[in-house]
């Protein structure tokens, strides 16, 4: 399976919004219309993409749906920040998908990632806003079973040419 592993755009800072409901700054729509571009450069389509519930994760996993329609779009809660990798993992595995984008959070991502690829949650692993990973796993999805092919930070996706 070809996992792209996408921390969500930049969102807007508010004291009168929960976290939950922060939504993306135009800064960070800005960025996920980049990444999304980027991704489909390199990846002409994706089987499913799966956000965290949070705002800013569901409205860049949106913006990637409209550049990959025949994507299935869904939400799990497994994408939260604090979530242990391990349980998305066990979605994965019930998926017939051969692409898979998780659109989610810090510390959520780099842990995911150290964990397909070390094992563990050893590996320093670094995703900025709108960075993207790509990841080759093998079935099962689990500790250990991906091989990192790439990550990129949105600054060098913005130069990318198309």
Known sequence: MLLFLLRHGDALDS???HDDERPLSDLGREQVTTTARFLRSVQPSLDEIISSPLLRAQQTAEALHEHFPGAQRTVSEFLAPMSNPMQIFKELNRLRAQSVLLAGHEPFMSTAISHLI??????KVE???SSLACIHSAHPVG?????LRWIVAYELMKTHRT
């Not at 070390?118 to 590996?123: E, I, L, Q, S, T």
């Not at 500790?143 to 091989?147: I, P, Q, T, V």
């Open 15 to 17: 004291s009168t919004l």
């Open 118 to 123: 070390a094992g563990n949650d050893d590996a």
């Open 127 to 129: 995703m900025r806003k």
């Open 143 to 147: 500790r250990g079973s991906g091989a």
